[in-house]
């Protein structure tokens, strides 16, 4: 008798590799398609090989973008996890302030990404601005529009406020997580409170600090809406984020092959980062476990 | 090391606690003698954590003091206690090696490291795991992460108290015995004043002098396996210690008899009459092995059916309806075991009276 197959199954993942066609490999592999072809019109295209390639690596430009956003992005780190997790730490751990502070900190994270630029613009405006008018009228002279520090200044700010709470409420899932025998045993052994954080809470929490660090590093390295609407990539080019410039050389030079091969380079180096930063936090303190 | 007393303790986890079942511990006078090991033996939920988080400043007690020697530390912080404990389930510091981990209360102290370095390595041979102290603790089996707890609790030879909270739960079964062979040596060799909470009357008898059995927030009784046993003061103590447990049979008092339905059963009698004047419901209690087992009638004998008989190896249990009620009784192996019915006796010097649960106690 013949072996008799059973494939059925292929049927039941079918749907899952539809949406994933529709929803990532088709999308990508037309970018790849217009990142090595010159298009002119429909039925009008030449195939170029790396040439776009080779325009957008050599591309003064985009060098600046991307040095500007590896600042941007290592900044927001810097500040963020540790904020993130100072704040985490000061939350109460039971009663009604939880639940004020868990809402008061979700706030930042509902509103509309465009709105928050908005909402920036407005805070930070020198003349009539909460923020500005009072840095102002100390003397130091503030505008976001017409000094790059002040714009820089302004949009760390602006991330920080916005983002910082995602860190936290991570972190303090993470340490709710951390069960009350840890704490006793630390007591126990005559911790001091240093000691309690380094060597329980901060190791209990890799697993949520992992995906937090993840998290901001990819939204803050792909960042566009905020400083589009804040900024719009000045003063000069000083907030120039490779996203904006992005847009620029595709909506607004219609240049498709150089854009696509853009697109191509900035989603590798996003992964590549992104599996550094997960390797490094997998191992950190890691040693030897026979 | 010291000597603990528990002076008019009390503990509720309610803020504003009422009636005397709002208590998780109900009201305490103890003393734990210095240097002696001791085991605080109960079911699930009957206070023994919420005792050894109170010695050892975890929680602070609703009510009343505890004194370390004759020091009063019951706002003291666990630091300043200078208590060992070792808790249910493992407490490892996952980012550290085995070594640190053992290091780590002493060197929290601030003692030299070369004094560290010895103790860390007295305390690794004892729990058998110097070959892995340079290992992360992150990736070790249950095992071997509470007996770095373990370890972590003896590592300090100067505290006034160790305290175990079951600590062998998550133990294979043939290493739980070497531990407590090695705790007990621990106790011979420095005289700590340990208390080892446990479920597991097996493990109390063989690691403590003394027994402690709690119920519901009391201390019922403390005394050797052996008092335990024969005269055990509660019911709960007469139903958890031995197996199986104790037989009970509600009984009313007339004269020197307890009657159990329409069967009389001859007491002791002075115990029968201290009985009679005993508050509440009377209960007759007697230890399987006592109840004598007869294959015909004989003198005193009372007729009851043989439901089952369980062979155990080294002895058998029959289980037994006496007016309708489930008795117990324990016979050699080598006993020959009667039919379908048989007549038991009730050897009066083995019979106890338990009045609201509490022995009916003879003078002296």
């Known amino acids: 008798m013949e072996k008799w197959e059973n494939n059925k199954a292929w049927f039941l993942i079918l749907p899952v590799f539809i949406i994933v066609a529709f929803s990532a490999i088709i999308p990508l592999m037309t970018v790849v398609n217009y990142s090595v072809q010159d298009i002119f019109g429909p039925g009008q295209r030449v195939f170029v090989g790396t040439e776009w390639f080779e325009e957008v690596l050599s591309d003064k430009r985009l060098h600046d973008a991307l040095w500007r ?7 927001v780190l810097l500040i963020e996890i540790p904020l993130g997790i100072l704040i985490a730490l000061m939350m109460p751990k ?3 302030g939880v639940s004020v502070c868990l809402v008061t900190l979700a706030l930042p994270l509902l509103i509309p990404w465009n709105v928050i630029g908005t909402i920036w613009i407005i805070f930070t405006r020198p003349d009539i601005g909460l923020l500005g008018a009072a840095i102002n009228s100390f003397g130091v002279a503030f505008d976001h529009t017409a000094a790059p520090m002040d714009a820089w200044i302004t949009l760390i700010l602006m991330e920080v406020w916005h983002w910082t709470p995602l860190v936290t409420l991570l972190a303090y899932a993470g340490l709710r997580a951390i069960p009350e025998a840890y704490y006793q045993a630390a007591k126990i052994d005559g ?3 240093w000691a309690t954080f380094r060597y329980i809470q901060l190791p209990k929490m890799r697993g949520v600090l992992t995906i937090a660090v993840l998290l901001r590093f990819m939204d803050s390295f792909l960042i566009y809406a905020e400083p589009f609407v804040l900024t719009g990539g000045g003063p000069g080019n000083s907030t120039t984020f490779l996203s904006i410039y992005l847009v620029k050389i595709a909506v607004g030079q219609f240049d498709l092959g150089p854009a696509a091969a853009f697109s191509l380079v900035y989603f590798l180096v996003v992964l590549l980062f992104s599996w550094l930063f997960y390797q490094a936090l997998q191992n950190v303190g890691k040693g030897r476990e026979g | 090391m010291a000597k603990i007393t528990l002076d008019n303790l009390a503990h509720s986890y309610l803020p504003n606690p009422g009636a005397e079942d709002d208590y998780a511990l109900k009201q305490l006078d103890h003393v734990w003698a210095d240097g002696e090991a001791y085991a605080l033996l109960g079911s699930s939920g009957c206070g023994k954590s919420t005792l050894l988080n109170i010695i050892s400043g975890l929680l602070q007690p609703s009510q009343g003091r505890i004194l370390f020697n004759d020091e009063d530390v019951t706002h003291a912080p666990t630091t300043e206690r200078n208590i060992a404990q070792v808790f249910q389930f493992p407490v490892v510091y996952d980012t550290m090696t085995v070594r640190d981990n053992l290091a780590f209360p002493l060197r929290n102290r601030g003692r030299d490291e070369a004094y560290v370095a010895q103790r860390v390595q007295e305390i690794a041979r004892m729990i058998g795991m110097e070959a892995e102290l340079d290992r992360k603790a992150r990736g070790l089996t249950a095992d071997a992460k509470q007996k770095i707890s373990l370890g972590r609790g003896m590592v300090r030879k100067d505290v006034n108290a160790l305290l175990f909270d079951e600590p062998l739960t998550v133990i294979d079964p043939h290493m739980k015995w070497e ?3 090695q705790l007990k040596s621990l106790h011979h060799e420095f005289g700590h004043t340990m208390i080892y909470v446990t479920h597991d009357q097996v493990e109390a008898m063989t690691f403590a002098d003394k027994v402690m059995v709690m119920f519901e927030g009391e201390i019922v ?8 046993f024969e005269n055990p003061n509660h019911t709960f103590v007469g139903y958890f210690i031995g197996s199986p ?3 009970f049979l509600p009984c009313t008092l007339v004269g020197n008899v307890a009657r159990v339905g329409g069967t009389s059963i001859i007491l002791d009698d002075e115990v029968a009459a201290l009985g009679r004047k005993a508050k509440g419901a009377l209960e007759l209690g007697i230890r399987p092995m006592y109840l004598e087992v007869h294959g015909r009638a004989v003198n005193g004998g009372i007729p009851v059916r043989i439901k089952a008989v369980e062979d155990q190896g080294t002895f058998k249990i029959l ?4 007016e309708g009620q489930v008795v117990r009784a324990r016979l050699p192996e080598d006993k020959a075991v009667p039919d379908d019915m048989a007549w038991v ?12 649960g509490r022995l009916v106690k003879r003078a002296g």
């Open chain 1, 69 to 75: 956003q590896f600042l941007f992005s290592g900044l």
């Open chain 1, 94 to 96: 039971r009663g009604w």
């Open chain 1, 191 to 193: 911790a001091s409170a």
């Open chain 2, 179 to 181: 531990l407590r062979t």
């Open chain 2, 221 to 228: 009784q403390v005394g050797t396996p052996e008092e335990l």
């Open chain 2, 245 to 247: 447990g104790m037989n």
């Open chain 2, 319 to 322: 289980t037994l309806t006496l």
């Open chain 2, 345 to 356: 006796r009730f050897p009066p010097e083995r019979t106890k009276l338990f009045a609201d």
